[in-house]
């Protein structure tokens, strides 16, 4: 499979570039700077850039991992973060109808409020809550009008990044191998997938022609709280820094969701299994490091 990755130096993005390849895919990338590490990797100026390069085709698959993700720099900055999130999905979508690529579009769980008693299927009505999640909904929506084939995955994700400090899981290793208080939050749930699972789930749905919009997170839900007490007995760190708190309390993070837990049982129906947990990806997390740490160039302790 021939892909091109847009965003190869975001933090999903960029661990594209490790894990596709082992999978026999031939990958490049577009990043605006960084991302030495990603296979062919070409530096972008502008959004008008990427469009050209998209017209000129040649790629079976093109993987959209641009994004304004932080909710912080979405109330920031909300005219940026409908043109990055909303606007320009729709018209990198529209290009690859044209040329025939299959297009998959990254959006979030925070298309929806959190309120719901039950995990949310495809079926149920997106209310986003955050300023992050309303620019996402009209990205998904922008997408599919321009592209009917496109392939929408909601997902939340945890992995390792290149700079080691992005992320749940940096935060915790960091906080727990260091000593650093923190506060796990035993009120916010997601159904966070480990990065590798979540690709593996995009490779088959695309490989069984999916498209539309689907949720690739993990089966199961889980709070903060829980997740960084699986997160120290996984590394074997002491997780005696970590108390337990509420989000409501977190005055510096903006307005979120609180139980943002997904049906995958749709994704699940067309890859013929069952998406693995959000702890069942730490082992395969523990087990990666190293490699993808050499092929971030960094050394691992
Ligand atoms: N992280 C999560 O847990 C999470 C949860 C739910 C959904 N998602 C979704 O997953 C996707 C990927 O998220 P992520 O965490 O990997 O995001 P990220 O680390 O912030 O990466 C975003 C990428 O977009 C690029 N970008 C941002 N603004 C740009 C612009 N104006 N022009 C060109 N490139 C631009 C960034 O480039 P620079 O490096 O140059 O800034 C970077 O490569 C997003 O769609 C996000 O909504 C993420």
Request: hydrophobic fraction near 45%; charge should be negative.
């Amino acid at each position: 499979m021939k892909a091109l990755v847009l965003g190869s130096s975001g933090f999903l993005g960029s661990y594209l570039g490790f894990v596709l390849p082992a999978l026999r895919w031939q990958i490049a990338g577009l990043s605006r700077d960084g991302a030495e590490y990603f296979p062919r990797n070409r530096h972008v100026g502008s959004a008008q850039e990427i469009e050209r390069l998209l017209e000129a085709g040649g790629y079976d698959v093109v993987i959209n991992a641009i994004a304004m993700a932080s909710h912080e720099r979405c109330e920031k900055e909300p005219a940026e973060a409908v043109l990055i999130n909303a606007t320009l999905p729709g018209r990198w979508a529209a290009v690859c109808a044209r040329t025939g690529a299959k297009f998959v579009h990254i959006s979030t769980d925070a298309v929806f409020d959190g309120e719901s008693e039950r995990a949310y299927t495809e079926a149920d009505s997106p209310n986003p809550k955050g300023v992050e999640g309303s620019p996402k909904l009209e990205g998904e929506e922008a997408v599919s009008q321009a592209n009917a084939n496109a392939l929408i995955l909601r997902t939340n994700f945890y992995g390792w990044s290149a700079t080691g400090g992005i992320g749940i899981l940096d935060f915790f290793v960091n906080s727990f191998s260091q000593g650093v208080a923190i506060t796990g939050f035993t009120d916010y749930r997601v159904s966070s997938l480990y990065m590798g699972d979540l690709v593996d789930a995009m490779v088959s749905a695309i490989d069984r022609g999916a498209s539309g919009v689907l949720h690739a997170v993990a089966s199961d839900s889980a709070s903060k709280y829980d997740f960084g007490l699986a997160v120290a007995t996984e590394f074997g760190l002491d997780s005696s820094v970590m108390r337990p708190g509420a989000l409501s309390d977190a005055a510096t993070l903006s307005v979120r969701g609180r139980d943002l837990a997904l049906s995958t049982a749709k994704i699940e129906g067309i890859l013929g299994r069952p998406m693995p947990s959000t702890f069942s990806g730490l082992a395969r997390a523990r087990a990666e490091r190293s490699a993808l740490m050499d092929y971030f160039g960094q050394s691992t302790v």
